[in-house]
């Protein structure tokens, strides 16, 4: 390479979900509709978790912010995804493109990390009970959420370093609706073996170390509550499952995609789907429909607010406080 010229592609085409006219048109109507409803229901979570204080506790503090991670998740690629569909010509400029890999990267480590903290935090609160106050103060649960920030920040630093430099000269096509790192490496005209081996290296010891402390938490949960009665196990159950859920869907696809990212399958953009929407979406369908707490706050937060609207169209010259 003589560096100076090698790269010449200005910008990537992507492929898209799908090349059917029809399909993308019922495409962007539905993903329209989920990508409202995760903004909506996410924000939904982060106002009632901010303005209720009886959720004032680590697991909504750690819960609001999974949501704020969820809406940059599932806003990085999802609406460029949308508007495409309307596009015959799809295209992505050189530096969208970094930055979409840049994005990605962050908002993926950041959540495993976030989840593992949520795991934590159900850990303390299931098996040490006596001692929760005291190990997850405000100051821990402060420092989980800027320890998800910096590990997701050195993990697409050192993703992006390999990527960067990569010279890329010919095909610029890429079939998914975002530029995706295994994929772009592929277009590199280079012998990118080694890169991609950095790729899964990195990415497979964040993705499978977080999902192993995962399942160690969830094992000793619910070996714990198994001595205790058989109503602690079904509360801590129907907890728990709703976290393996939301870990299965998230790291399935990110684990699959990325740990064996040599041969890049067809199935892959259909996966990254699921981590870009759907678990977003599932945060808000499974805390605000199974949990009573989080329904009760939503409930008196619409009353709140009806009220509120009703007292100020009496009188426009008091202002009557939220509270
Ligand atoms: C998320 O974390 C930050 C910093 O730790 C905190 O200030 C904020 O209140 C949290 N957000 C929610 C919705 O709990």
């Not at 495409?27 to 204080?53: E, H, K, R």
């Not at 998914?176 to 994929?183: A, I, K, Q, T, W």
């Amino acid at each position: 390479m003589d560096g100076t010229n090698s790269s010449v592609v200005s910008e990537f085409v992507l492929l898209g979900l799908s090349s059917s006219q029809e399909l993308q048109l019922f495409f962007f109507v539905v993903f329209s509709m989920l990508y409202g409803m995760i903004i909506l229901g996410n924000l939904l979570i982060i106002i009632t978790v901010t303005s209720d204080a009886r959720l004032h506790s680590p697991m909504y503090f750690l819960l609001g912010n999974l949501s704020f991670i969820d809406i940059c998740q599932s806003s990085f690629a999802t609406p460029k995804m949308i508007a495409d569909f309307l596009n015959e010509h799809k295209t992505i400029s050189f530096n969208g493109c970094i930055a979409q890999i840049f994005f990605i990267h962050l908002f993926t480590g950041g959540e495993m990390v976030l989840l593992v903290s949520m795991a934590y935090d159900r850990y303390v609160a299931i098996c040490k009970p006596l001692h929760y106050v005291t190990i997850m103060n405000q100051q821990v649960c402060t420092t989980l959420v800027l320890a998800s920030w910096a590990v997701g920040f050195v993990h697409t630093l050192s993703q992006l370093s390999f990527t960067v430099n990569l010279p890329f000269c010919g095909p610029n096509v890429v079939d998914s609706f975002f530029c995706d790192l295994p994929r772009m490496t592929k277009l590199a005209c280079l012998d990118s073996y080694t890169i991609e081996i950095l790729i899964v290296v990195n990415s497979g010891i964040l993705s499978l170390s977080t999902f192993f402390l995962l399942s160690i938490s969830y094992i000793v949960i619910l070996v714990t509550v198994q001595y205790k009665s058989s109503a602690a196990m079904a509360k801590a159950f129907s907890t728990l499952s709703a976290h393996i859920m939301v870990v299965t869907l998230f790291f399935g696809p990110c684990i699959f995609i990325y740990v064996w990212p040599f041969t890049t399958y067809p199935v892959d953009k259909v996966l990254a789907i699921f981590y870009t929407i759907f678990t977003p979406i599932l945060n808000p369908i499974i805390y605000t429909l199974r949990n009573k707490d989080m329904k009760a706050a939503m409930r008196k937060l619409v009353t709140r607010k009806l009220k509120s609207k009703k007292i100020s169209e009496i009188s426009l010259i008091t202002r009557p406080s939220l509270y």
